[in-house]
């Protein structure tokens, strides 16, 4: 028997398939009924059924309010080692019900992301459920100095570790991307100033997004929430996901 036969010959056959069901919903951003997990994973809706039960139990998984399934929140507190420590964990539990509050009102999606490590996490997501509400993906890596989202939280880093990042080379993604230094450092001034971030289309030209940042009880800032959109909308609606945007990520910090 070779290694590889004797390795599978002998593994556990429940954790395969929850393994299995973990895989798919990981593909799918906008989560999967009972059926398809089912269907995706080669069991019985009855299995399907208990072993999501015991994922819900766990947060492994959460349900969202049309039934569909979508990764939860415990993923990361499990991957702290490799992705977020405690205190993104913690960011992420207060804020998963104020940006599922959030989202079902405006229909866009809302997401949550903390620095680690010189990498930008999305630590927390509730997708939107209109149309043409943008995805997003839990654990998903961004550019650390392009998009709103971003620039709050490089804006608060110390002054070295900014300097650091604004030493490096950093990508141009479209025409309005800031990788000029001087020009980055301005921006991020503004963004201090302000109190709160946009992004014009740094990272791509036809979506635009607002955040503001989320503070600890020191009034440090940990973390950013921010509500991605396409350009095309009408100013009064702009200024209605920026005050949404803010109001929440107050709602969080006092939370904190």
């Given at each position: 028997?070779?290694?590889?036969?004797?390795?599978?010959?002998?593994?556990n056959?429940?954790?395969?398939?929850?393994?299995a069901?973990?895989?798919?919903?990981?593909?799918?951003?906008?989560g999967?009924?009972?059926?398809?997990?089912?269907e995706?994973?080669g069991?019985?809706?009855?299995?399907?059924?208990?072993i999501?039960?015991?994922?819900?139990?766990?947060?492994?998984?959460?349900?969202?309010?049309n039934?569909h399934?979508?990764?939860?929140?415990?993923?990361?507190?499990?991957?702290?080692?490799?992705?977020?420590?405690?205190?993104?964990?913690r960011?992420?539990?207060?804020a998963?019900?104020?940006?599922?509050?959030?989202?079902r009102?405006?229909?866009?999606?809302v997401?949550?992301?903390?620095?680690?490590?010189?990498?930008?996490?999305?630590?927390?997501?509730s997708?939107?459920?209109?149309?043409?509400?943008?995805?997003?993906?839990?654990?998903?890596?961004?550019?650390?100095?392009?998009?709103a989202?971003?620039?709050?939280?490089?804006a608060?880093?110390?002054?070295e570790?900014?300097?650091?990042?604004?030493?490096?080379?950093?990508?141009?993604?479209?025409?309005?991307?800031l990788?000029?230094?001087?020009?980055?450092?301005?921006?991020?001034?503004?963004?201090?100033?302000?109190?709160?971030?946009?992004?014009?289309?740094?990272?791509?030209?036809?979506?635009?997004?607002?955040?503001?940042?989320?503070?600890?009880?020191?009034?440090?800032?940990?973390?950013?929430l921010?509500?991605?959109?396409?350009?095309?909308?009408?100013?009064?609606y702009?200024a209605?996901?920026?005050?949404?945007?803010?109001?929440?990520?107050?709602?969080?910090?006092?939370?904190?």
């Amino acid at each position: 028997m070779s290694d590889e036969s004797e390795l599978s010959a002998n593994r556990n056959p429940a954790i395969e398939k929850m393994m299995a069901i973990l895989t798919e919903i990981e593909r799918q951003p906008n989560g999967l009924p009972l059926g398809r997990v089912a269907e995706a994973a080669g069991v019985t809706r009855s299995t399907a059924y208990r072993i999501l039960n015991s994922l819900l139990a766990h947060d492994m998984l959460r349900q969202l309010d049309n039934s569909h399934f979508v990764l939860g929140s415990r993923l990361l507190s499990l991957a702290d080692s490799v992705t977020v420590g405690a205190l993104g964990t913690r960011v992420a539990a207060a804020a998963q019900p104020v940006i599922d509050e959030v989202s079902r009102t405006l229909g866009e999606t809302v997401k949550v992301s903390v620095c680690d490590r010189g990498q930008i996490v999305v630590v927390a997501v509730s997708l939107g459920r209109k149309a043409r509400a943008l995805q997003a993906q839990l654990g998903e890596h961004l550019p650390i100095h392009a998009g709103a989202g971003s620039k709050v939280l490089l804006a608060h880093l110390s002054r070295e570790e900014m300097e650091r990042v604004l030493g490096s080379k950093l990508p141009t993604y479209t025409e309005r991307t800031l990788s000029d230094p001087g020009e980055l450092l301005s921006e991020l001034e503004k963004v201090r100033q302000q109190g709160w971030s946009k992004d014009p289309g740094e990272f791509d030209l036809s979506v635009r997004a607002y955040a503001a940042p989320i503070r600890n009880r020191q009034g440090l800032v940990v973390a950013a929430l921010s509500i991605p959109f396409f350009a095309d909308v009408s100013q009064d609606y702009e200024a209605a996901l920026l005050d949404a945007a803010q109001t929440a990520a107050q709602r969080i910090s006092d939370m904190l």
